[in-house]
Each structure stands twice: as structure tokens, then as C-alpha cells.
């Protein structure tokens, strides 16, 4: 046991945590030789679960196996006809936490949000147009540079973070805006608006917080060492950079409209005058 002891020790020297990051969690990737990516997308998943989770990882090949290896081969193996971890893989238990990361917003693409009128008249004059738009909202799960949309992050996402954009955000509703222009049409001339709205994205960067950490070099029963820590590194919070969430909708001005800005377009009337 002491030379167990000593080799939990010796982790934490050679190993001190690096810049906290979201929750104060620590980034594991480039750190393990296995890819962290795509093993924090499988233990935290984008369902939202934060119940307690069982894993066991390879440190030499990284294969990844849930709760169901426990005291099954190659994962556990008989020592003096009791089971015990099997050198090369470790144990982590936990839970996963959704801590926002990072939040910026962009402004989004024109659209046309009008009717069309057309002045076929060779005198410009005003018309009223009529203007819609809802809010939008979409989500996406990026693992090591892929990324995908990802139905089921909806019906989490909003309720995990976005307290912080209660005011600013339009994740989970849609929000409606209906309203009518007057606007000055040329002679011979097509009109309409368009509107460019201000994006927010909010990422989250799933996190793992470690309860118990366990690993055995030996193979023996005696060697076995149970830490609360990530690989006895003195840090319990660990997160993958590459393993990201985001949750991208409107801008909400604190009027509860969305922020964008308008212009009005328009071009030479073409069968409309006809």
C-alpha cells in the first residue's frame, strides 16, 4: 500500500492542473494519449444527464467501457481469487455538469421579412408594407472538429444555461414580430424589407466531476489506489475542448423584441408593371 500511496503522490507532482476552465474544470485534451473528444461526447452525451456515471477508460489503447465491465474481463481480472482492476484500466465515477463556457454574439445574413410592392407609376410615392419575423433557434454538438445538429440537446439546453440571457435570448420560445412600414418606392420599382438580426451563441463544454478515481499498476489486490481526483492530479473537474455544445437563437433587446436591423431593398419592376 505504500507503494501505492507514493505513486498517487508522485501523479499529482508531475501533473499540476492547468488553467481552470468552465466550472473551474480542467482541460484534459492533449494531456491523456487517447482522444478526450470523443470520450467526453460519450459520457456526458448532449441529453443533459447529470446523474452518477460508472466508466472505465484504457489508458494505453483509450477504448472506453460503461458500467456493465464491472468485474468482467479484460477490465477486472482475479487476484488470489478476487476481483480487482486489471493494470492499464482505470476507473472514474461521477457525474457530468453543463457550465457555460463561452457566450458572443454575430450579426446574421439579410432576409427579407416583407411583401413585395411594386410602383408602376414613372413618380415615386409611398407605400405601406407589411413586415414579419419569429425568432429562431438551433443547436449543434461539435467532437473534434465534426459537427452536427442535435435534436435532442432542446430539451435541456435552455433550462441549463440560459438563466444568465433570461432577458437577451430567445432559446426555447419563439418570439413574433408583426408590424407595417411606410416606405418611398422609385418610379418603376420593386420594394420589400429585409432585416439582418443579432445572433447570440452560448457553448457549453460538458464537465465531468470526478468522485472516486481508481487504478491499480500491479494487478495486485494491495495495490490498489482510490483517489478523488483525475488520475490523482489533484483536480476533480476535467473537460475536452474540442467537446462543445452550442445553443444559437436572437437577440432580444430588453423589450423583449428581437435586436436587428432593417434596410430596404428594391429593384427594377419587371412583369409586375405589365
Known sequence: MATALLTAASAVALAQPAQAGPGGAVNIRGQESWDTDAMMSRVCGTGGDTGYQDWYVNTGTGELRDSSSWREEPVWHK???KWTLQPGWERFEGHCEYPVASSWTYRDSWRPISETRTNCTDSGYSLELARDYSTTTSYSHTVGGSTSAEASIGSWFGASVEASYSYSWAVERSVGVSDNDVI??????????????????????PVFKVESYTWNSTGKREDVVVVDSWRGRGYDRVYSYGNYIDGIADELKKDGTP????????????????
Open 79 to 81: 487476484d488470489d481469487g
Open 184 to 205: 418611398e418606392i422609385g418610379p418603376q420599382k420593386t420594394a420589400w424589407i429585409e432585416a439582418s438580426p443579432t445572433k447570440r451563441v452560448v457553448r457549453v463544454n
Open 259 to 274: 435586436q436587428m436591423t432593417f434596410r430596404k431593398k428594391d429593384r427594377p419592376s419587371r412583369t409586375e408593371c405589365d
